[in-house]
C-alpha cells in the first residue's frame, strides 16, 4: 500500500495535488512556539536560542525545523506515519543546543513480528517493528542501519538495531483502539486513482489516433512509370521493397495508395458530452477519500459561490486544526521542545527548574488567510468589542505572537510621534 501510494503522487496529479494540499493547510510556513512561563528576560533567552537552533537542527543537514515539520507531514501521508529521532551531539559540533532531529520514513522500521530476537530483552515481544513489555507499552523501535529501498527481503538481525523509545517519536493517525502503525489517508481511493487515470489516458489517446490521418490519394499509375511494378502492374510510390509506408503516419499527412486499394477506419466515439461531468463525478469521490475540498484538489471553482466555498473551506479548515492539535502538536512538536530543553538543560543553558519552564510553549500554526478580509475583520472586531473574545486570541489565530504585535505597534507610535514633532 505505501508503494502504491507512492507511486500515485508521482505519477498521478491528483495524489500529487493532494498530499500538496495536505502540507500547505496543515504546516504552512511552520507551526511556531511561543513560551508562556517564566519572567521576560527568560522567555528572551530560550526564544534566542531557540531561533538558533531551529536552523542547524536537520541531522540530515538540509531543512530547518520548519522545513521538517513540512517534510513530515508530506511523508506521513504518502505512507501513513513517519519516525522521528533524537541525535544528541558532542559539545564540540558546534551547536547552539548539542541535539538534531533525522526524519525516518515508515521503510525503516520493518514489519517484523517476533516472540524472541538477538537482543530483545526476556519477557518482551516485536509486534510490525515495535518493541513492547509485557504491559503493551512501547520501549524500544527495530531500525534498520541503512535504508532498506524497495527491496522485499525478510529482515535480518544482523541488519537492525535496536533504539529506545525515549528517542523516537512515531507520528501517525490511529483510526482503531491498539493500532500500532499508520496508514495512509489515501488508500481508500488508491484503486480508483489508478482506474480514473487509465481511463483518461485512454480518452486523451483515442483522441490522438482520431486526428492522426488526413488524407489518402488513390491515383491509377500511368503507363511508363518508373514506379510502376511490371509483375502487379500497379505504382510502388510511398512504399519500401516489402511493402511497408516510407513514411510513417502524422497529422497532415497525404499518403499516395496503389491503385485499387481503400483505407477503413474504426469510428470509436469520441469523448462524449457527459466526459466533464462524468469526470467531476470521480473527483468528488477522490477527493472525499483522503478528506480534501473538491475545489482545492483540483482548483475547480467554476460556478461556486463565496458563501458556499466559505463553507467548504470552514469544514477543511476544522479538519485540519484537529490533525494539527491532537496529531501534529502533541506527537511531534511538543517531544521536540521537551527533549530540546533538556538538552540545553545538560548543556548549561537552563536550570532544571528554568527547564520546565521552557517546556511550557503554546504552540501557533501559521494563521488562515481571510476568505473575505473586510467582512472577516470587521467580525472579529464586533466580537473584541463585545467581549465574546480577547484581542490576542484574534492575534493568535492569525499565526502571530500578541507580545511581538504590541511591541511592533509601539514602535510605529514612537516613530509617528518623532515624525510629527519634526514636522511641528
Same mark, same amino acid.
Given at each position: 500500500?505505501?508503494?502504491?501510494?507512492?507511486?500515485?503522487?508521482?505519477?498521478?496529479?491528483?495524489?500529487?495535488?493532494?498530499?500538496?494540499?495536505?502540507?500547505?493547510?496543515?504546516?504552512?510556513?511552520?507551526?511556531?512556539?511561543?513560551?508562556?512561563?517564566?519572567?521576560?528576560?527568560?522567555?528572551?533567552?530560550?526564544?534566542?536560542?531557540?531561533?538558533?537552533?531551529?536552523?542547524?537542527?536537520?541531522?540530515?543537514?538540509?531543512?530547518?525545523?520548519?522545513?521538517?515539520?513540512?517534510?513530515?507531514?508530506?511523508?506521513?501521508?504518502?505512507?501513513?506515519?513517519?519516525?522521528?529521532?533524537?541525535?544528541?551531539?558532542?559539545?564540540?559540533?558546534?551547536?547552539?543546543?548539542?541535539?538534531?532531529?533525522?526524519?525516518?520514513?515508515?521503510?525503516?522500521?520493518?514489519?517484523?513480528?517476533?516472540?524472541?530476537? @538477538?537482543?530483545?530483552?526476556?519477557?518482551?515481544?516485536?509486534?510490525?517493528?515495535? +518493541?513492547?513489555?509485557?504491559?503493551?507499552?512501547?520501549?524500544?523501535?527495530?531500525?534498520?542501519?541503512?535504508?532498506?529501498?524497495?527491496?522485499?527481503?525478510?529482515?535480518?538481525?544482523?541488519?537492525?538495531?535496536?533504539?529506545?523509545?525515549?528517542?523516537?517519536?512515531?507520528?501517525?493517525?490511529?483510526?482503531?483502539?491498539?493500532?500500532?502503525?499508520?496508514?495512509? +489517508?489515501?488508500?481508500?481511493?488508491?484503486?480508483?486513482?489508478?482506474?480514473?487515470?487509465?481511463?483518461?489516458?485512454?480518452?486523451?489517446?483515442?483522441?490522438?489516433?482520431?486526428?492522426?490521418?488526413?488524407?489518402?490519394?488513390?491515383? @491509377?499509375?500511368?503507363?511508363?512509370?518508373?514506379?510502376?511494378? @511490371?509483375?502487379?502492374?500497379?505504382?510502388?510510390?510511398?512504399?519500401?521493397?516489402?511493402?511497408?509506408?516510407?513514411?510513417?503516419?502524422?497529422?497532415?499527412?497525404?499518403? +499516395?495508395?496503389?491503385?485499387?486499394?481503400?483505407?477503413?477506419?474504426?469510428?470509436?466515439?469520441?469523448?462524449?458530452?457527459?466526459?466533464? +461531468?462524468?469526470?467531476?463525478?470521480?473527483?468528488?469521490?477522490?477527493?472525499?477519500?483522503?478528506?480534501?475540498?473538491?475545489?482545492?484538489?483540483?482548483?475547480?471553482?467554476?460556478?461556486?459561490?463565496?458563501?458556499?466555498?466559505?463553507?467548504?473551506?470552514?469544514?477543511?479548515?476544522?479538519?485540519?486544526?484537529?490533525?494539527?492539535?491532537?496529531?501534529?502538536?502533541?506527537?511531534?512538536?511538543?517531544?521536540?521542545?521537551?527533549?530540546?530543553?533538556?538538552?540545553?538543560?545538560?548543556?548549561?543553558?537552563?536550570?532544571?527548574?528554568?527547564?520546565?519552564?521552557?517546556?511550557?510553549?503554546?504552540?501557533? @500554526?501559521?494563521?488562515?488567510?481571510?476568505?473575505?478580509?473586510?467582512?472577516?475583520?470587521?467580525?472579529?472586531?464586533?466580537?473584541?468589542?463585545?467581549?465574546?473574545?480577547?484581542?490576542?486570541?484574534?492575534?493568535?489565530?492569525?499565526?502571530?505572537?500578541?507580545?511581538?504585535?504590541?511591541?511592533?505597534?509601539?514602535?510605529?507610535?514612537?516613530?509617528?510621534?518623532?515624525?510629527?514633532?519634526?514636522?511641528?
Amino acid at each position: 500500500m505505501r508503494n502504491r501510494q507512492r507511486d500515485a503522487e508521482r505519477n498521478d496529479w491528483q495524489a500529487a495535488s493532494g498530499v500538496r494540499v495536505w502540507g500547505t493547510n496543515l504546516i504552512g510556513t511552520g507551526i511556531t512556539a511561543r513560551m508562556r512561563a517564566g519572567d521576560e528576560a527568560l522567555r528572551a533567552r530560550a526564544k534566542a536560542l531557540w531561533d538558533v537552533w531551529t536552523e542547524k537542527c536537520d541531522a540530515d543537514g538540509v531543512l530547518n525545523l520548519y522545513g521538517q515539520q513540512l517534510l513530515a507531514t508530506r511523508s506521513g501521508e504518502a505512507a501513513g506515519e513517519v519516525f522521528v529521532r533524537f541525535r544528541p551531539r558532542r559539545p564540540e559540533d558546534g551547536l547552539a543546543v548539542p541535539l538534531q532531529i533525522q526524519l525516518l520514513e515508515a521503510d525503516m522500521v520493518p514489519l517484523l513480528d517476533a516472540q524472541s530476537w @538477538p537482543g530483545l530483552p526476556q519477557g518482551h515481544r516485536i509486534c510490525q517493528g515495535i +518493541e513492547l513489555n509485557r504491559i503493551n507499552q512501547r520501549v524500544a523501535y527495530w531500525m534498520y542501519r541503512q535504508h532498506p529501498g524497495e527491496r522485499a527481503t525478510l529482515a535480518q538481525s544482523h541488519e537492525l538495531t535496536r533504539v529506545p523509545a525515549r528517542f523516537v517519536r512515531h507520528i501517525y493517525e490511529p483510526t482503531r483502539p491498539g493500532q500500532l502503525r499508520g496508514v495512509s +489517508e489515501f488508500a481508500p481511493i488508491l484503486a480508483k486513482l489508478r482506474g480514473i487515470g487509465n481511463f483518461d489516458d485512454a480518452v486523451l489517446h483515442r483522441q490522438e489516433l482520431a486526428n492522426l490521418f488526413t488524407l489518402f490519394h488513390v491515383r @491509377p499509375a500511368p503507363a511508363g512509370d518508373p514506379n510502376m511494378n @511490371p509483375m502487379t502492374g500497379m505504382a510502388v510510390t510511398g512504399y519500401a521493397d516489402n511493402g511497408a509506408p516510407l513514411a510513417t503516419m502524422e497529422p497532415g499527412t497525404t499518403q +499516395e495508395l496503389y491503385p485499387g486499394e481503400d483505407v477503413k477506419f474504426s469510428d470509436p466515439p469520441g469523448a462524449g458530452a457527459n466526459y466533464a +461531468e462524468f469526470m467531476r463525478q470521480q473527483h468528488l469521490g477522490i477527493s472525499a477519500g483522503p478528506g480534501l475540498p473538491y475545489e482545492l484538489l483540483t482548483g475547480d471553482i467554476k460556478d461556486v459561490s463565496d458563501r458556499t466555498l466559505r463553507v467548504v473551506i470552514n469544514e477543511f479548515r476544522r479538519r485540519c486544526e484537529q490533525r494539527q492539535w491532537l496529531t501534529i502538536i502533541p506527537m511531534m512538536c511538543q517531544p521536540i521542545r521537551d527533549f530540546w530543553a533538556e538538552t540545553a538543560a545538560l548543556a548549561g543553558h537552563f536550570t532544571a527548574a528554568e527547564a520546565a519552564l521552557v517546556k511550557q510553549v503554546t504552540w501557533q @500554526p501559521q494563521g488562515w488567510a481571510y476568505i473575505h478580509p473586510t467582512q472577516d475583520a470587521q467580525g472579529k472586531k464586533i466580537e473584541v468589542e463585545a467581549g465574546f473574545r480577547s484581542r490576542e486570541s484574534v492575534i493568535t489565530e492569525r499565526g502571530d505572537d500578541p507580545d511581538e504585535v504590541d511591541a511592533q505597534i509601539a514602535r510605529d507610535t514612537f516613530r509617528a510621534a518623532n515624525k510629527a514633532n519634526k514636522a511641528a
